[in-house]
Structure formats: C-alpha cells, structure tokens
C-alpha cells in the first residue's frame, strides 16, 4: 500500500505572493480599528476617511438610518445580499 502525499492546493498563492513581494508591487491591508467615519483610526493613526458614507454626520440611530434599515428589510436590496445589516 503506498501512501499519497498531499500538496497545498493553494500553495499557487503563496507564489504568487512572492512574486508581487519581489516585484516590489505587494501592499499590505489597512485595519480599520474604530467605526467607520469621516475621522477614523486606521493601522494607529488618526485619518480622514474619504470614503466614508457618514460625511452628513448622522448615525444609525438617526430617523434617516432607521427608514432605509426598515426600508432595507421589508423590500430588499436587490440582487445582491446584504447579510450584515446592522439594526439601527
């Protein structure tokens, strides 16, 4: 009886990632460690986040983010889903 290896059937991946590391063309995430808002933490700096959809100033307890949170729920969102809709 022979035993079979196993290959990392996504070690494609990490040679690809090497490659980007090489070429210099590799970039690391940034972390968002606080609520997304226009002045947000990112990596431990205080930024200004542009692409931030609070630039108004309302939040989720706001009557505006409860209507479409409602609206949302009760009609849906079209094609896409969207799991992780936060309850006002």
Known sequence: MTTATRT???SYLTDQLNELKSKGT????????DEQA??????GKKVINLASNKLSG???????????WEATRR???GRARCERLPAP
């Open 8 to 10: 990392n059937p996504l």
């Open 75 to 77: 009609y849906g969102t």
């Open 38 to 43: 226009p002045v947000c933490t990112f990596d």
């Open 26 to 33: 590799h970039f690391k995430l940034r972390v968002l460690e």
């Open 58 to 68: 309302t939040d989720y307890t706001s009557q505006a983010a409860w209507a479409a």
